[in-house]
């Protein structure tokens, strides 16, 4: 639904990620089947959690086509997340963003 609605909205200071794991132990995170279709970045967070992304794109119809390759591959918990200026945003906290 949101990519219906807003798939080709872009804009400078936002992108979008595929994330397709979290782990406190980023070690037991197996990404063998994900190396087929494209590179996975990892990072840790504050939080303590590393998390790992593919991607970087400037649509969320653009993302949502790598998501559904992830999920194809077995990653059911994979999804898109957004960065805007930087900051992580869950795709539903984007409506609250002011310009």
Known sequence: ELVRAYG?????ELEFKVRVGA???PENFNYN???TIGEISQKKYSDEITRFTMGIFN???DADQLLKKALDK???DA???AFYKGKRFLLNALATLKK
């Open 59 to 61: 649509t969320l119809e």
């Open 33 to 35: 089947k994900l190396e």
């Open 74 to 76: 077995g990653y059911s």
């Open 8 to 12: 080709n909205i872009s804009s400078e």
């Open 23 to 25: 782990y406190r132990n």
């Open 79 to 81: 999804f898109v997340t």
